[in-house]
């Protein structure tokens, strides 16, 4: 059976039940064969459950169709059931990599609604650990892109080797490893012991060291090098009109960095540079993660020099029978895969009577199709891997 | 040259493999079931109660206000008061939970209960390998399964148990002082009325508890 290319949109778009894999539609802008293959469900483990129906033309990319909604899990809808604090540990199950940025753009939102301050200890510490987390996230994303390429295990290895080391020191203040649930509105649930700053700046200072020796390992590698670059370009008018954040939208060059423009938290204590690409390829989105953990680690160091003393919350702060009075908010921050937002509306209830959510992965998804056309299957992997996705937050 | 890249790669990882025989800090894995990770303080797993002294029963913390079970965000903790009541740590009468189930299969160990819980009844606990071959009644904790002694919350999380012990401590002392004081204003009120000293001192008198006051939080 043959199908003509608006037939096959028309199908994809009616009720997402896709054509059997390898049946042939016919193309009317080239005129041949086309060859229609179904890319997924991967594993959890990979990326996430997600599955791509890809139109081929020999080799070339012609058609691409993400599909989503496998690991859907009611999040929005369950805020709206729950009180304000409660959705605070399913936020943990967002993008379930980085929990504690993911907590601090919930307690960010909330903290607007009802103009709670947060104690100078909180925010040090919110900033400390939102850009461990960041560390973390940058590791194992580039670590997961040279897995997609066939370098099985030996650099992925290397990165969680490091993150395990974050994940201790997240267990050893938060209580879990992941899913950390760890701020509160108007600060953090348990204060930082001194051994554990210490141990921050332990890990910190090895950090250099691991930065350097996985430059060393990836960065001039030549297969990665031809594999990467000149792939899967974005270019930045593209980028900014599809709302692109985060590394991939300052891959393209874009200088669009929320720490720098909201400067939320205590950001504008510090100083950092927030490194551009040039090409927006596959190469630079790499690149431009093992800049970023640089960064990172630059304002860990300014960060960790003196920590002032003082409560990791406010006093006044209420944590049951929270009712925010009538109004909206929306709390953003620059969470390691882009821009990270809650929009909450309150009418004067224990519940949210609205909850959304705006994760970074769901929307850089969506230029997917315009940087996989008319490069090979085995790039459509890489560009995958690149723009970084996790299917928690992009199904919610 | 073509394949310089690779080079200093495969040397990054040929210094990895040897360092893997003489370095420590190379050697990062345990080998789980025969070694274990060192405990870390905080760590946190599934709920249990906690109770005082030897008694499970008699020194139960818990006074079944339910606060926990109504804040639980997936709702895992179902609690069935008491119809009659038993003392608390300081004395005063309390219900108690008839039934307290946690259903671990859906607790997703946020800490939310122990959080709110206003007699520090409920904390976390640390043991993970709770691996059961019956779904249903397996994952199902009850009271019995669900009760652990302080010492044992001591073994786990020292420093937040002293931290706990000595504010419910405080509490007790304030709860007997104003009880003493109660019992000794009550006493002298009595001697001024009668005109007549009696030789004992009015000790504090456990039976003249006018009103003792709610510990923090209290039930709604």
């Given amino acids: ?396 | 040259m073509l394949g310089e890249g690779i080079l200093k790669g495969l040397a990054e990882t040929a210094k990895n493999f040897a360092g893997s025989y003489v370095s420590k800090e190379r050697l990062t894995t345990v080998q789980y079931p025969e070694e274990r990770a060192e405990h870390i303080e905080a760590s946190r797993v599934f709920p249990f109660l906690v109770y005082d002294g030897p008694d499970a029963f008699a020194g139960m913390r818990c006074v079944s206000c339910q606060i926990c079970e109504k804040e639980c965000p997936p709702k895992c903790i179902y609690i069935e008061k008491s119809k009659d009541k038993k003392p608390d740590y300081v004395g005063k009468p309390q219900n108690y939970p008839v039934r307290f189930d946690i259903d671990i299969s859906v607790c997703m160990s946020c800490q939310i209960c122990v959080e709110v819980c206003p007699f520090d009844a409920i904390k976390m606990d640390s043991v993970f390998e709770m691996a059961t071959d019956n779904r249903f009644g397996g994952l199902l904790l009850d009271r019995e399964k669900l009760l652990k002694s302080n010492e044992y919350y001591h073994s786990i999380h020292p420093t937040e148990a002293t931290e706990v012990d000595g504010r419910l401590a405080e509490e007790k002392a304030k709860v007997e002082a104003k009880a003493k004081a109660a019992a000794e204003a009550a006493a002298a009120k009595a001697a001024a009325e009668a005109a007549a000293p009696k030789t004992a001192a009015p000790a504090a008198a456990p039976a003249a508890k006018p009103d003792a006051p709610k510990p923090t939080g209290g039930a709604e």
């Fill in chain 1, 1 to 396: 059976m043959t199908l003509s290319a608006a037939e096959f949109g028309a199908r994809q778009h009616a009720g997402g039940k896709a054509l059997p894999e390898g049946r042939m539609v016919i193309d009317p802008e080239s005129g041949g064969d086309l060859l229609e293959v179904s890319m997924g469900p991967h594993h959890p483990s990979t990326h996430g459950v997600f599955r791509m129906d890809v139109a081929l033309d020999g080799e070339r990319i012609v058609r691409l169709k993400p599909v989503f909604g496998y690991l859907h899990r009611n999040h929005e809808k369950l805020g709206e059931e729950h009180s304000y604090l409660a959705s605070m540990p399913y936020t943990d199950r967002l993008d379930y990599i980085c929990s504690l940025t993911n907590n601090w753009a919930y307690a960010l939102a909330v903290e607007k609604l009802v103009g709670q301050e947060v104690p100078e200890r909180a925010e040090y510490l919110r900033l400390i650990v939102g850009e461990l987390t960041r560390m973390q996230n940058h590791i194992l994303s580039v670590g997961f892109l040279i897995q997609d390429m066939g370098a099985s295990g030996t650099p992925l290895m290397y990165g969680f080797r490091e993150r395990e080391k974050i994940l201790d020191l997240f267990e050893a203040l938060t209580g879990s490893r992941m899913m950390c649930n760890y701020m509160r509105f108007g600060g953090c649930r348990v204060d930082a012991t001194p051994e554990w700053l210490d141990g921050v700046r332990k890990v910190v200072a090895g950090m250099p060291a691991f930065a350097d020796e996985f430059e060393r390992l990836l960065c001039t590698n030549e297969i990665l090098m031809a594999r990467t670059q000149g792939v899967g370009v974005l270019r930045p008018e593209l980028a900014v009109s599809a709302g692109v954040t985060g590394p991939a939208l300052r891959a393209s060059g874009v200088n669009y960095d929320i720490r720098k423009v909201d400067r939320y938290g205590i950001y504008d204590r510090f100083d950092f540079k927030v490194p551009l690409g040039e090409h927006g390829d596959v190469y630079d989105r790499f690149m431009i993660r093992l800049l970023e953990l640089r960064q990172s680690i630059r304002i860990l160091e300014q960060a960790l020099k003196d920590v002032p003393g003082g409560p990791v919350m406010d006093p006044k702060a209420k944590i049951r029978n929270f009712r925010p009075k009538p109004g909206e908010a929306y709390g953003r921050i620059e969470a390691p895969k882009g821009e990270l937002g809650f929009y909450l509306i309150s009418d004067g209830t224990g519940n949210p009577y609205r909850y959304r959510v705006r994760p970074p992965s769901f929307v850089n998804l969506t230029v997917l199709e315009d940087m996989c056309l008319g490069y090979s299957v085995a790039d459509v992997v890489l560009i995958l891997g690149s723009i970084d996705i996790v299917l928690g937050e992009v199904d919610r």
